[in-house]
């Protein structure tokens, strides 16, 4: 039963354009939009993974301890590169694995509108496993322009309880826009002129509709929750019309409380900002919005009986934010516990996380630099973003004897994920530099054979492979692979140092 019925309102299907145009930004262009280009590092790394699974396992545990013993079904949607749900699976695993003992307790359910992605995932040689055990099943999931979700439910069983986790997703979903006029809301139409010369993003203007007829939806509560934004100060808004078609509809396939975890930018009430006047509407490679939380909370409260848990008020930028339809989660004592425990530390991981990808850390010293790491949880990204820093602090200090590098180096490896993106081959080159530099060739020659496998023979592969040969002598082999580097990148400036390196040490007739 759907609750937006766009033929009897002309400007929300008009506005549904503009909404189809960002979704058909992430089909046209597939993983290929987190190449450098839509921001995805806040979401996609171990440390928020974990944050995730150690919440839902709490949830697990509640619903053992209140009788249940079933299993859940865990649905990502706008999954993008898959790369949450790499680590998302590898933490909760980890941590089932200590709290259960139901090996097979929960099945993950990756989702994107982009077929190419859906393609990407199932091929990807990191999953493949999860595949073949059945843990992981990848699916198409759009809400399209009617506020329909196109879904194939072979793959939902209906007997599990269902999680939702939606990380930056929500925000890429229909939102109408609405404006106080002449003391009643009003919704406003979307004119978006499109990117030209002078004009490179393209622009977008809201033009108010105070012909619109109520009521502006098919659920008794809508039009009673937009108008409680003007008691809290808010005179514009965007109400998330596509998460709450996507709720709505993910609730009624059982009888189930459903969970949703969502992660997002957003507002949870309007006392720390206010939506600007372009609705916080921002260009991030596409258009995204900043989700309505609050207006979320109070559909989820009122039309399907449930609670929500928001992460704090303040951290509009990004936060964590529960939701539970048709019970309390006050009920649920270990995910309230975990909830007021790691909710109120996501908003402050995000902006450390954005200060090092905009080079704003600075850290003194090697140890620093391990902690730092740690904290991060051996996301190869830190690594990547920080490694000319450490690489001049390292050769002025012996840290590498005194830390566990292969603990370390495993970490790394062990949470790096394939892309064919140039930052993935920076990332394993990284890791792969370290373990040289820490003269651990085992671990080094297994990664580069690891490299071989994702990225073929790039001019990065025959620096490592160079680097391996010259620091064991061998610096034949060594001048072998910096003269096929530099034929491949004649620009890169180690391998030319270290091939005159070997043209000094070698014989002239071995070289
Ligand atoms: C900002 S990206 C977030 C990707 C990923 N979750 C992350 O955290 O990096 C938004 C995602 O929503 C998906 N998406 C966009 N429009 C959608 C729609 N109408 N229905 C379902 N998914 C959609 C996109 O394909 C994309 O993967």
Same mark, same amino acid.
């Given at each position: 039963m759907a609750i937006f019925d766009n033929s009897s309102s002309n400007w929300r299907s008009k506005n549904a354009q503009f909404w189809s145009g960002i979704s058909e930004f992430y089909q046209k262009k597939g993983i290929d939009s987190?190449?450098?280009?839509?921001? #995805?590092q806040i979401t996609n790394n171990p440390e928020f993974a974990h944050t995730c699974a150690k919440l839902i396992a709490h949830y697990m545990l509640d619903c053992e301890q209140k009788g249940y013993s079933g299993r859940f079904t865990i649905i990502e949607p706008?999954?993008?590169?898959?790369k949450f749900a790499f680590h998302f699976i590898k933490e909760l695993t980890s941590l089932l694995s200590i709290s259960?003992?139901?090996?097979?307790l929960f099945r993950y359910v990756i989702t994107d509108t982009s077929d190419q992605s859906i393609q990407f995932w199932t091929n990807h040689p990191q999953l493949k496993p999860y595949f073949e055990s059945g843990t992981l099943v990848a699916s198409r999931l759009y809400v399209d322009e009617t506020l329909t979700v196109q879904f194939d439910l072979e793959s939902l069983p209906r007997q599990d309880k269902f999680i939702l986790l939606a990380n930056y997703c929500f925000d890429s979903l229909y939102q109408s826009p609405f404006q106080y006029h002449n003391h009643a809301f009003v919704p406003c139409s979307i004119e978006h002129k499109p990117p030209s010369l002078t004009n490179q993003d393209g622009s977008v203007h809201y033009k108010p509709i105070p012909s619109a007829p109520r009521p502006?939806?098919?659920?008794?509560f809508y039009d009673r929750i937009l108008d409680e934004h003007y008691a809290l100060g808010a005179e514009r808004t965007l109400m998330p019309d596509g998460p709450i078609a996507l709720i709505h509809w993910l609730d009624a396939l059982n009888d189930h409380p459903l969970l949703i975890v969502a992660s997002d930018k957003g507002f949870t009430n309007f006392t720390f900002d206010q939506y600007a006047s372009n609705f916080n509407i921002i260009q991030t490679g596409t258009y995204a919005s900043s989700v309505n939380f609050f207006a979320l909370g109070r559909y989820i409260e009122l039309a399907l009986d449930g609670s929500k848990f928001f992460g704090p008020a303040d951290q509009v930028q990004f936060g964590t934010h529960l939701f539970l339809t048709?019970?309390?989660? #006050?009920?649920?004592a270990n995910l309230n516990l975990e909830g007021h425990s790691t909710i109120s530390t996501v908003g402050t991981y995000a902006k450390s996380t954005t200060n090092l990808l905009t080079a704003e850390i600075s850290l003194r010293d090697p140890y620093d630099f391990f902690n730092y790491l740690s904290s991060q949880r051996f996301a190869p990204f830190s690594l990547a973003v920080l490694y000319d820093h450490l690489e001049t602090a390292l050769q002025n200090c012996d840290i590498l004897d005194s830390i566990d590098v292969d603990r370390v180096l495993n970490e790394l490896l062990g949470n790096y994920y394939f892309t064919p993106h140039e930052t993935s081959v920076v990332e394993l080159a990284c890791i792969g530099n370290l373990a040289l530099m820490a003269k651990k060739f085992s671990f080094a020659k297994s990664l580069l054979d690891l490299f071989l496998k994702f990225h073929g023979t790039s001019y990065q592969y025959h620096r490592l492979m160079g680097n391996y040969f010259f620091l064991q002598s061998e610096f034949a082999s060594a001048a072998h692979h910096f003269t096929e580097s530099l034929s491949i990148n004649p620009e890169c400036e180690s391998s030319k140092t270290f091939l005159q390196h070997c043209e000094a040490l070698v014989e002239p007739a071995v070289i």
């Open positions: 987190w190449d450098r280009l839509v921001p #995805h706008g999954a993008g590169l898959g259960s003992t139901q090996s097979d502006f939806a098919d659920c008794s048709h019970a309390s989660i #006050h009920e649920y």
